[in-house]
């Protein structure tokens, strides 16, 4: 608890909130266990969904949520690039803009109009981007949601001044690791595994269900010979680009492919 | 404060809520003339992007909504696709389905209890700093909410944006021995669930009273959550008192949407009327059905007797009628596991057809609806989702209008204590504005 150490020696952690479910940021209240140990070694400075305090000063780190589709959330994530010693985005929304992304396919009026009656009073940017497209990001926690385990081995690595430890391999790695057998081999079931950044654990196919990539790509993915394994456990191409449509659907790889996939 | 001159003050964050808004407040001398909530949480289109979807991607994109109440999300989409297809899901697989749902509002509403609402009763800035005066009850309240996620987890394998709810049921379903160990961790939570009524009841609530009709599901024979009809009981004052309900289906003709030129939240009114959703409502509506022990405890923490239709007219005592919740949650937990039969399948299986599905259940913070249209080979023309904060905020801005104006009316108070107050009486309500908002930032304009 706090009580052992003067306040102002600990690091100050500030969590800042964009377009997003505020699930990323609540994976922090999640960490029950850890919570109230994690609150003696660093300052929860800033964090609106959990304490009432004014942003002053400047932060340690930084912990980011959701993605940037306003003008206004354009001008303040450079004001929490300013004040932050270390920037980490929290999860898909604010690594690769999240699944409001659908938007940048499609016209952001219709959009706002089939919502609203009145779209004059909604302000809002035809894209939604990541905070990387913004401004420099020290690291970038995958994820829809995040990993509480990854992020407080964010946190830990940033207070013991090295650099974060969170594997950057595919899914079908903790396939193996947790003993699941591969389920497009023994079931035919289509996962995204292989072109999947890792993080969750594997947690699908551990419940008899393909990967569905939310934690976004993997560093090496290989989409012109992943696609066709896809179409041979009997997805189409509209269920192609469904799939990598969602909530990465702007990482790049992602992207591309979804585009590829379109041109047929 | 000069006497007559007009002022808006920014007081900063409304903070300890989910979701980001504005509250506004224009005051002349002891008079609220004017109280606003302004959601601005930047607005994500989940209505226009589920069209050209399939029918079976709803569940989990719309859970995206709400990191704080996915499971409703996914029930709500789940009901709302099922009955566009014809398709009822019952026996084993709707119990795990509410034993879900009991790990989602063990978890959401203990965590509204502990970290975002109990700071208030003891003038805490967060639970970090309600920790230091109370440890043990900060500890039980964590080892609670840790018991939800417990259920969530193991049924759904994690607690946000769970991955195994699928339409007709799950991906897989857990073997009895799978749910034992969940069984020592409710018993321990049952303990907790009740000191923590006890310890709510015991803090010192302002008095107020609402005047909203009230709105949830009613299920005869049962606490309402994950099913049930849409049931009004109408407030004191209101030209008929008898409770009536209405069909799903007629959902949108009851329950309408507008747009105020503050906010990106849509608000709703009820048959013209203002209305709150939640567990106030729920209490009112439901709360004849809680086991007798349930009710026992009710009548101790001065809610009057369920059994006899008690309902609590004071936001502030929400706390107490959430701690009920809680406790009868995870009880229901622990009787589903007891009675718990793996069934014959994971799921049904639930074709595409054409159609139009309504589905509503009982989200934490309140009723939420879904309806989805859908053509042949299953693609979403039109979806319309209501969650219970877009119903709630004209409830809210009338509850921080009486609560101000009671304490104006006993004296002068400052700015400070002012915008402490008013927030307060937002965070009675547990609004969850990430569904549509951003920002609550308070400003006060003050004619005089």
Same mark, same amino acid.
């Given at each position: ?7 102002d020696?600990?690091? =100050? ?6 377009a997003?479910?505020d ?6 209240l ?5 919570l109230?140990a994690?609150s003696?070694?660093?300052?929860v ?5 959990a304490?009432t305090?004014p942003?002053?000063?400047t ?21 929490? =690039?300013?004040v932050?010693?270390r920037?980490?985005?929290l ?5 690769a803009g999240g ?10 009026a219709e959009?706002?109009?089939a919502v ?5 009073y909604i302000?809002t940017?035809a894209?939604?981007?990541?905070i990387s497209?913004?401004?420099?990001v020290d690291f970038e ?6 990993d ?6 964010v ?9 974060p430890d ?6 079908c790695f ?5 003993g ?7 079931r035919g079931?289509p ?15 551990a419940?008899? =269900?393909?990967c ?5 790509p ?8 992943f696609i066709p394994?896809?179409?041979r456990?009997g997805m189409t191409?509209l269920?192609i680009v ?9 990482a790049p790889e992602f ?7 379109e041109?047929? | 404060?000069?006497a007559?001159?007009e ?7 409304l903070?300890?809520?989910e979701?980001q808004?504005?509250?506004? &407040?224009? &005051?002349?001398g002891?008079?609220?003339?004017? $109280?606003?909530?302004s ?7 989940f ?9 079976t ?5 719309t ?6 109440c996915p499971?409703a999300y996914?029930?709500?989409a789940?009901r ?8 009822t ?5 709707a ?6 749902y009991?790990?989602?509002?063990i978890? $959401? ?7 975002l609402h ?7 800035s ?8 109370s440890?043990?009850?900060v500890?039980r309240?964590?080892r609670l909410?840790?018991a939800?996620n417990?259920?969530?987890? &193991? ?8 991955v195994?709810v ?10 009895r021995t799978e749910?034992?160990?969940?069984r020592?961790?409710l018993?321990r ?6 000191a923590t009524v006890?310890?709510?009841a015991?803090? %010192?609530? @302002? ?9 949830a ?5 049962t ?12 407030a004191?004052?209101a030209e008929?008192?008898?409770p009536?309900?209405?069909?799903l $289906?007629a ?8 747009q105020v030129p ?6 709703a ?5 203002r209305h709150?959703?939640g567990s106030l409502?729920r ?7 809680? @086991?007798?022990?349930i ?7 001065a809610?009057g007797d @369920?059994?006899?239709g008690a309902?609590?007219?004071n936001p ?5 009628v959430?701690?009920?919740e ?11 596991? %007891?009675?718990?039969?793996p069934?014959?399948?994971s ?10 599905g ?15 249209? &859908? ?5 979403v023309?039109?979806a319309?989702?209501v969650?219970p ?10 509850d921080v ?5 009671a ?6 108070a $400052?700015d ?8 307060r ?10 569904c549509?908002?951003?920002f609550l ?5 003050r004619?005089?």
């Amino acid at each position: 608890m706090s009580d052992e150490e003067p306040e102002d020696a600990r690091p =100050r952690l500030a969590v800042w909130k964009f377009a997003s479910c505020d699930g990323c940021q609540l994976t922090l209240l999640d960490c029950e266990d850890d919570l109230l140990a994690l609150s003696g070694k660093v300052e929860v400075a800033f964090f609106h969904e959990a304490v009432t305090a004014p942003d002053e000063g400047t932060y340690d780190v930084s912990l980011v949520d959701g993605s940037i589709t306003t003008p206004e959330d354009a001008e303040r994530v450079q004001h929490v =690039r300013a004040v932050s010693r270390r920037l980490v985005t929290l999860g898909a929304c604010a690594t690769a803009g999240g699944i409001q992304a659908l938007r940048n396919y499609a016209d952001v009026a219709e959009f706002r109009a089939a919502v609203y009656a009145r779209d004059e009073y909604i302000d809002t940017l035809a894209t939604s981007t990541p905070i990387s497209a913004h401004v420099p990001v020290d690291f970038e926690l995958r994820g829809c949601p995040i990993d509480r385990g990854q992020l407080l081995e964010v946190i830990t690595a940033y207070l013991a001044g090295r650099t974060p430890d969170t594997p950057a391999h595919s899914v079908c790695f903790e396939c193996k690791r947790r003993g699941t057998p591969c389920i497009v081999v023994a079931r035919g079931i289509p996962c995204l595994g292989p072109v999947t950044h890792a993080g969750c654990g594997a947690l699908c196919p551990a419940y008899g =269900r393909g990967c569905y990539g939310c934690f976004g790509p993997s560093y090496s993915t290989k989409f012109p010979a992943f696609i066709p394994l896809l179409r041979r456990d009997g997805m189409t191409t509209l269920d192609i680009v469904r799939v990598l449509r969602t909530f990465n659907t702007a990482a790049p790889e992602f992207d591309a492919a979804s585009r590829q996939e379109e041109l047929g | 404060m000069s006497a007559d001159t007009e002022r808006e003050l920014p007081l900063g964050a409304l903070t300890r809520v989910e979701g980001q808004g504005t509250l506004r &407040l224009r &005051l002349r001398g002891d008079r609220i003339v004017d $109280s606003r909530l302004s959601v601005y949480e930047p607005p994500r289109f989940f209505e226009a992007f589920l069209r050209g979807r399939s029918y079976t991607e709803p569940p989990d994109i719309t859970s995206r909504v709400c990191g704080i109440c996915p499971v409703a999300y996914q029930m709500s989409a789940c009901r709302a696709l099922e009955d566009a297809c014809g398709v009822t899901v019952g026996g084993q697989l709707a119990a795990l389905r509410r034993l879900l749902y009991c790990g989602e509002w063990i978890e $959401s509403q203990t965590l509204h209890i502990y970290l975002l609402h109990a700071p208030d009763f003891f003038g805490c800035s967060d639970i970090v700093e309600l920790a230091r005066l109370s440890t043990a009850d900060v500890e039980r309240g964590l080892r609670l909410k840790q018991a939800g996620n417990a259920i969530v987890e &193991l049924l759904g394998g994690r607690s946000i944006h769970p991955v195994n709810v699928r339409l007709g049921g799950f991906h897989r379903v857990p073997a009895r021995t799978e749910l034992r160990p969940l069984r020592e961790r409710l018993r321990r939570a049952r303990d907790d669930a009740e000191a923590t009524v006890r310890w709510v009841a015991g803090f %010192d609530f @302002p008095d107020a009273t609402s005047d909203h009709d009230f709105f949830a599901l009613a299920e005869p024979g049962t606490y309402a959550i994950e099913s049930g009809t849409p049931t009004v009981l109408p407030a004191p004052g209101a030209e008929t008192q008898a409770p009536r309900t209405f069909p799903l $289906s007629a959902f949108s003709e009851h329950v309408v949407e507008h747009q105020v030129p503050y906010s990106t939240a849509l608000q709703a009114r009820l048959d013209g009327r203002r209305h709150l959703a939640g567990s106030l409502a729920r209490f009112a509506i439901s709360g004849r059905w809680l @086991p007798p022990e349930i009710r026992e405890l009710a009548r101790e923490a001065a809610l009057g007797d @369920p059994a006899g239709g008690a309902v609590c007219r004071n936001p502030f005592r929400s706390i107490v009628v959430r701690a009920l919740e809680v406790l009868y949650a995870v009880q229901e937990a622990l009787r589903v596991i %007891d009675e718990y039969e793996p069934p014959p399948a994971s799921h049904v299986d639930v074709p595409a057809r054409a159609g139009t599905g309504h589905g509503a259940t009982e989200a934490p913070r309140g009723l939420l609806y879904h309806r989805y249209t &859908l053509d042949a080979d299953g693609t979403v023309t039109d979806a319309v989702l209501v969650p219970p904060t877009s119903q709630n905020q004209g409830a809210i801005e009338e509850d921080v209008r009486r609560v101000l104006e009671a304490r104006l009316t006993a004296g002068r108070a $400052s700015d400070e204590e002012l915008a402490a107050l008013s927030e307060r009486a937002v965070r009675n309500h547990d609004p969850c504005i990430s569904c549509s908002a951003h920002f609550l930032r308070l400003s006060v304009t003050r004619e005089e």
